[in-house]
């Protein structure tokens, strides 16, 4: 089955610093990769997507590739601000329409930006 | 605006109780789920469906049931209440493969 593993947090960041957070996966088929996060007491919200090998899904200075041979898809973002704090999620849907297009995500990692 | 709208936003049952959360969205969408999420245990999908009429069981299916009558509605019932099931749920649309999902804002139930 398919399986999403990412980096437990808290991680704690002062301001302007670098943020990554290592996502890696497991997958039967050839999935798409997304990235969600979830601010304090909303919903999730999809920050980025990339849907094959090599593609960088990019959005709000966030980055992530796509990396097949290391079955990762690692999120970064050079200057983090206060307004970055939130929970941060990597997911995987499989590509072929009989599965379902179901999530699967990994664990969450909790990010914190101080001032 | 259009999007994913859940109600209720909060929700206090009692053991045994049943109650059905509503989702809807505007979009059009061809894929909706169900999922709940629970500290340390990340979002788990209950139930999901690829279009009218066509619902099937994800990861923790046990003590809820589904339907989909309409491309609009995926409202999730729960059958008899029980304090395991206090969570936050989330209801979420997609329109494809790969396309990703839009959440809605969440029901926070609690269940004493």
């Known amino acids: 089955g398919n399986s999403v593993t990412q980096m437990e947090g808290p991680v704690t960041l002062s301001e302007e610093a670098f943020l990554t957070i290592n996502c890696t996966y497991t997958?039967?088929?050839?999935?798409?990769l997304f990235w969600y996060v979830q601010y304090p007491g909303e919903g999730l919200q999809l920050l980025l997507k990339?849907?094959?090998?090599?593609d960088k899904g990019s959005n709000k200075g966030f980055e992530a590739t796509y990396r097949k041979e290391t079955t990762s898809f690692h999120l970064e973002k050079g200057s983090v601000q206060v307004s970055d704090s939130a929970v941060y999620f990597c997911a995987l849907s499989d590509l072929i329409k009989a599965a379902g297009n179901k999530l699967t995500f990994g664990g969450g990692t909790r990010v914190l930006v101080k001032p | 605006n259009a999007g994913v709208t859940q109600t209720p936003k909060f929700q206090v049952l009692k053991t045994g109780q049943s109650m059905t959360l509503q989702c809807a969205q505007d979009?059009?969408?061809?894929?909706m789920s169900w999922y709940r999420q629970d500290p340390g245990m990340g979002l788990r999908l209950i139930h999901y469906s690829v279009g009218a009429g066509i619902t099937d069981q994800g990861e923790v299916p046990n003590g809820y049931n589904v339907s989909r009558s309409t491309t609009e509605d995926f409202p999730l019932r729960l059958l008899s209440a029980a304090p395991s099931q206090t969570s936050v749920y989330f209801c979420?649309?997609?329109?494809?493969?790969?396309?990703?999902?839009?959440f809605g804002s969440g029901t926070r139930l609690t269940v004493v």
């Open positions: 979009m059009n969408h061809e894929y």
């Open positions: 979420a649309s997609s329109s494809g493969t790969g396309r990703g999902y839009t």
């Open positions: 997958a039967t088929g050839y999935p798409s």
């Open positions: 990339a849907t094959k090998a090599d």
